[in-house]
């Protein structure tokens, strides 16, 4: 992932601005920079601190931007209480050091979240508050000067800057830190300009889905029901591209399908991601297809492995209900192992494992009549989960907990190897092979 930075450029007076104020961002000052957004903001707070009144209060915007320098990776944002806010308190002077003393938080009103490039771990350089230029007198006499967390190139080379470590979401607010300047005795009040430098995951911009930025989640979603998503194109600060035009897609049209209006069809069991792209953004949300019951047709076969012998073309799915109906061309036989959620056989249907093993977490069902149910030779129905039993079977192994729902008959022997069958005062009857 890139690592990225964007900046608030602010002209502060000792503890940079005010709690209460909100500015109107002012038109953006045109730069060389190719990397500066044309649609973002560029905002100045000129405010101004007093010794004498411990006060810190902002005027109105002044110029914004002259400089044609900076970082080529950089965008440059700003508006107070719009793209983040900078709330100063504490604000003290201590006359026997010379220390002007204030604490800053900010808060990140962006919608992606800053001090991380991938949304999960935070930056090492966290969120970095730098001194473009001052502090500068501009009330008695003497020098001003910040006693910083370090100091590193941003505009230029050794500026000061305070670090804030973490990640700030949406919303959040840093801890507290507390800020020093050290002042001469004659200095009243003073001013200086602060760039706000944080890296972020989604520096180009991204396409949000749903409210959510990528990968966001959508959560389950049933096979055949229907799911519409919205899109919507934005920068790096969230500003709406207006215009853009986004493609849908699937990571596996067998699980999820969408059209290109954005509604997503659930297909098949399993976790796809449907994609929205728009140039070289992008979106993405998560599907949870969850299980159906797959009715079965014997339209081609008896095999369970071919699809078509399945309703909608599809073999159940690790969670899915097999249902075995009667009436069918031909009734289903296995050809390998297969483990899904449950079964349902209807009266006189059959279902053959042959020699492969058949692992259920849900419902073991079918009819009473002999003759129908579930059949083998060697295979065995495997009975790992929580849930009813009752029917005919052949070779059983529960390792799972399962209560009998009605008379259960089975060929001997009957395991339970690492679970609980319950009988509920149901009739179980073996039968030797």
């Known amino acids: 992932m890139q690592k990225f930075a964007i900046i608030l450029l602010l002209s ?39 010794k004498s009144k411990l006060t810190v209060t902002c005027a109105e915007p002044q110029l914004g931007r002259k400089s044609r320098e900076g970082p080529v990776a950089d965008i440059i944002y700003g508006g107070q209480n719009t793209f983040v806010t900078v709330t100063s308190s504490n604000v003290a002077y201590n006359n026997l050091t010379g220390r002007f003393t204030f604490d800053i938080t900010l808060k990140n009103l962006l919608q992606q979240p800053i001090g991380t490039t991938d949304g999960v771990s935070p930056a090492p350089t966290g969120v ?19 006693v910083p967390d370090g100091f590193a190139t941003f505009t230029a080379g050794g500026q000061p800057f305070y670090q804030y470590d973490g990640i700030l979401a949406n919303n959040a607010t840093s801890a ?23 890296p972020v995951q989604f520096p180009d911009g991204y396409i949000e889905i749903n409210g959510q930025l990528p990968v966001g989640s959508y959560g389950d979603l049933h096979p055949g029901s229907t799911a519409p998503l919205t899109a919507v194109v934005k920068n790096a600060l969230g500003i709406v591209q207006a215009g853009a035009v986004v493609t849908w897609g699937t990571t596996d049209p067998n699980q999820a399908s969408v059209d290109p209006s954005g509604v997503v069809t659930g297909v098949r069991y399993g976790t796809p991601v449907i994609t929205a792209t728009s140039g ?19 339209a081609v076969s008896t095999d369970w492995e071919v699809g078509g012998n399945w309703g909608g073309g599809y073999t159940p799915a690790l969670v899915d209900t097999a249902n075995i109906p009667t009436g069918v061309p031909n ?9 899904i959620g449950g079964i349902t056989v ?22 009473q009549t002999a003759g129908g149910g579930v059949l083998g030779t060697t295979g065995t129905l495997i009975l790992s989960g929580n849930s009813t039993f009752n029917g005919r079977f052949p070779l059983v192994n529960v390792t799972g907990t399962y209560n009998t729902a009605a008379t259960v008959t089975a060929t001997a022997p009957l395991n339970i190897t ?16």
């Open 280 to 298: 070289a953004l992008n979106g993405a949300i998560a599907f949870n297809i969850t299980g159906t019951t797959r009715n079965w047709t014997g």
């Open 331 to 339: 009734f289903p036989v296995l050809t390998l192992s297969e483990a």
């Open 128 to 146: 970095r508050v730098f001194f473009s230029s001052g502090p500068t007198v501009t009330g008695g006499s003497g020098i001003a000067a910040p």
């Open 176 to 198: 507290p830190k507390t800020w020093t300047i050290i002042i001469a005795p004659t200095v009243d009040t003073f001013t200086f300009i602060l760039f706000i430098s944080s």
């Open 418 to 433: 690492a679970g609980l069958l319950q009988t509920d005062l149901n009739l179980v009857e073996i039968n030797s092979q």
């Open 346 to 367: 209807a009266d006189l249907a059959t279902l053959n494992l042959a020699s492969f093993d058949l692992t259920l977490t849900a419902l073991a069902s079918t009819g």
């Open 12 to 50: 502060a007076a000792a503890a940079a601005c005010t709690d209460e104020s909100t500015t109107p961002p002012t038109k953006a000052v045109e730069t060389e920079n190719p990397a500066v957004d044309p649609s973002s903001k560029l905002v100045i707070l000129s405010c101004e601190a007093s």
